[in-house]
């Protein structure tokens, strides 16, 4: 079987969604299949090239075996609303015109959003007489609508309707959990053609560590306060604002927040801090995949985050971190989110209501109060992830998945 990826991030990009494609594919190459992606020149976070790489031209590489076509796109990644919309177009216009110059594959797999990525797939699919299977990571433009990105109405009707050229052309639709699963059948997707095959995460790469590490003396962490981690993008969908204010009522309990990361809202939280002067919040921009380790174990409580039912289509991947790293989780989000019903399932963390200051920062002050009890929770965190959402256990599931998939289509064909 030949398959090809299109991954608008792979290594030595190092936000999750370019890991998850590397892992995929690696895994598809150890079972003995070919591989093909179609992704861009590494340039996440800042939008700047990597030393080594160009941003004019087309290039491959081999990566384990992997041959990897990177495009000369516009990227932007932490850019504004129409400078992402140029890097996202920009990119299905260039993977429709290179991907027909490729060797055709009997499956095409891509990871979405961002949705030109599958509007690119689509096209190849057609092109080459394949199927082509989505990755959903999130809804959109759902997401972007009810966040106020999108309100041209003309503009909306645009959107939906590609949306939904790439949803009921496609092959197969895989979902990362059971809630995002429900709400794409909701939206007209049979039964049987979507499955749930959850993210996963390298237990090697993230390791439970001692809290007094080197980066807490780099970053002058006394060892005796308590200390809350937010980990990953501060999206908009995130309301990550709200730690701003926890903080605040937070001042007289020896507590410290942590915000590392990137996006839209820690540049809003980074200026409120130093305007504010807030001294139990520190920000740090994102340290390498290398110190993730160090970094998760400087929490004694991890948190996560989403705005009042954004958390239904999404499952952060900083969640799968926190665990992995033996950490308790405390999540303000939707109760039937697939990342509640993630913790529920493995009794590794405290769900409260999403945008609910008083019940995060009460919640805060009972982990506190309880240290042997959130100790065995972050147990618990990583023993589950070891159990069911190693690359081994979910990739094999998902391997055996698209070789189905694939025979079926050609069976079909015939």
Known sequence: ???????????????????????????????????????????????????????????????????????????????????????????QILAKWFGKQLSRPDLIYVLVPPNEDGIAARYLARHFKCPYVLNVQDLHPDTSINLGFVKNPVLIDVLKKQAQRMFSDSEHVVAIGPALRQRLIQQGRADQQVSVLPNWIDTRTVTPLNRLNQLRTEWNIREDVFVVLYAGTFGRIHGTTILSEVASDLIDHDVLLLLVGQGYDFDILEKQVADQNIQNILVKPFVPRSRLSELQALADLSIVLTKSGFGLTSVPSKVLGYMAASRPVLAAVDQESDTASLLREANSGMIVEPENQKQIVEAIIKAKDSPDQIQQLGENGRNYILKNLTPEIVLAKGVALLESITENYQKQSN
Do not use: C
């Open 1 to 91: 079987m030949r398959v090809l990826f299109i991954s608008h991030y792979f290594p030595p990009e190092e936000p999750p969604a370019a890991f998850l494609a590397f892992e995929f594919a690696k895994a598809l190459r150890q079972s003995g299949h070919v591989v093909d992606v179609l992704t861009g020149y590494p340039n996440w976070p800042r939008g700047q090239v990597f030393q080594g790489y160009s941003r004019f031209k087309k290039t491959t590489e081999s990566m384990a075996g992997i041959t990897v076509h990177r495009l000369p796109f516009l990227a932007s990644p932490t850019g504004s609303f129409i400078r992402r919309a140029l890097d996202f177009k920009s990119f």
